[in-house]
């Protein structure tokens, strides 16, 4: 028993010392297991030249005063039409796996993608006031400039997470530009407070299961920060190509102007005011494909099944035990149901 106030800040020393010790190990020691050959790769990618990531037409285009970058990428075959790619929150063109791109590209589709304002080669906004945020609304208009530059009358639109809900209002405000909607993992109303929200434990079980990852970041480096990509994608089960994800985190790094962790508070703040969306999805009259893991516990399934009731003759694809994460596990029989969508 301890009998003084000496022994008792001993004691406590001691056991944050100890606690201190198992965080330290938990962080060098744990995290998922990254492919035998990671090392291996990555030192080739990072002895070799630099890869040309970007292999399309690249410009900028004026929206809300804005530059936003975008790049234009031409079909391998005949011409089938024209794909717009909206990537999640706070990602930029470059995120979208390079295989996604290519199944387009292989299909005969035009693909363009571009970097959300905030993030990447578009301009990042500076003088941003949470009190007066911007919208989803104005992301969309970002993104019909694009097709503007681009004399693009119609495309189909690919979105993801907070990209589908931009495509989403693109759909809304501009249904005679839409082709079709691919809406993948995605929300009608991120709020709605009759729907299921990301939980406070998973929240937290997230952050510790990532803690491991973060060893990563702290070290720097190219090598790590590329592992730390990697790594990422293994625990979230993702089939990860070493080779393609390190040149693309390489270019990222030597490129462009990196990740803008405001862009996250921004993005945020454009779905919260942009509030329902679903009585306007009740109108549109726009082929629909909702794509959702039945395991989601960002946005869970209940959110993707509302968008596919609300939007009239939308086609729905549950993917069983699938979470919040891209590209999704069976990537080559997801691409053939989109490609079927978009063929009708």
Not at 39 to 53: G, H, R, T
Not at 222 to 238: C, D, P, Q, S, T
Not at 280 to 289: A, D, G, K, N, Q
């Amino acid at each position: 028993m301890l009998k003084s106030p000496k022994g008792i800040v001993m004691y406590f020393l001691i056991f944050f010392l100890v606690l201190l010790l198992a965080l330290a190990t938990y962080l060098v020691l744990g995290g998922p297991k990254l492919p035998s050959d990671t090392d291996a790769i990555i030192e080739n990618v990072l002895k070799s030249e630099l890869p040309q990531v970007i292999r399309g037409e690249a410009g900028f285009v004026t929206s809300d005063g804005l530059q936003i970058w975008y790049e234009c990428i031409a079909p391998a075959g005949e011409p089938q039409g024209v794909v717009l790619l909206n990537t999640g929150m706070a990602g930029d063109a470059i995120a979208w796996p390079p295989m996604f791109v290519r199944a387009f590209v292989d299909a005969g589709y035009r693909v363009i993608r571009y970097d959300f304002r905030g993030t990447g080669m578009s301009d990042w906004v500076e003088h941003w006031n949470s009190k007066h945020p911007y919208s989803l609304a104005d992301m969309a208009k970002d993104a019909v400039a694009v097709l503007d530059a681009l004399n693009v009358d119609q495309a189909h639109l690919v979105g993801l997470s907070l990209g589908g809900m931009v495509a989403q209002e693109i759909a809304v405000h501009n249904p005679e530009r839409v082709s079709s909607l691919t809406l993948m993992s995605t929300s009608g109303c991120a709020g709605d407070p009759q729907l299921p929200i990301l939980s406070s434990r998973h929240f937290f079980m997230s952050i510790a299961q990532g803690l491991p990852i973060l060893k990563y970041r702290l070290m720097g480096g190219e090598k790590n920060l590329i592992k730390e990509r990697i790594a990422k994608m293994v625990m979230a089960g993702i089939e990860v190509d070493i080779q393609e994800t390190a040149e693309v985190v390489l270019y990222e790094l030597r490129e462009r102007k990196g990740f803008n962790i405001k862009a996250l508070l921004q993005h945020r703040a454009a779905s919260d005011v942009s509030g329902s969306r679903y009585e306007s999805l009740r109108m549109l009259e726009v082929p629909t494909l909702v794509i959702h893991g039945t395991d989601d516990k960002v946005f869970p399934i209940d959110h993707g099944k509302r968008v596919a009731e609300l939007i009239p003759g939308a086609e729905a694809l549950w993917l069983e035990g699938v979470g919040h994460v891209f590209p999704y596990p069976n990537m080559g029989s997801i691409h053939a149901r989109i490609l079927s969508h978009l063929a009708k």
